[in-house]
């Protein structure tokens, strides 16, 4: 598996800031809100899902993605924007349980500050939502 960081910092490397008006970016939540920094998660003691407790980086969360693909872009010495090309959170609203605490209100909430949080926090061109019930199937 490729780190995400790794992987931007190759394809800048290669020539990517030569050729592109933005660069895409990519980022699903993880059960962590959109203006929270990885080095910063704090989980409720009922989530189930703790990988970024257990397991942290950077590309848990939405912020600190998006800072860390400007600041590289920046210091090879561009200005170019990123496109997010796809972000959000799952729902779990048609399950019985929601293991992942993904409540509809908290995603809700949620998806209202990301535009705010990475406009102010790296910049962005372009923005697309992506949302969709997570059906169990």
Known sequence: ?????????????????????????????YNLPPDTLWDAVR????????????????????RSTLISYANKIGLAGY???LC???????SARTWAACPLRCLLRRITAWRSREPGSARRSAGWKLAVLC????SGT
């Open 1 to 29: 598996m490729l780190d995400d960081f790794s992987y931007m910092d190759a394809m800048i490397a290669a020539g990517l800031l030569e050729w592109v008006d933005c660069v895409g970016a990519q980022h699903l939540g």
């Open 43 to 62: 989980l409720e003691e009922t989530n189930t899902y703790r990988a970024p407790l257990e397991n942290p980086h950077p590309s848990w969360s939405f």
């Open 131 to 134: 949302g969709w019930p997570l």
């Open 79 to 81: 200005t170019t924007p």
């Open 84 to 90: 997010l090309t796809e972000f959000g959170w799952a």
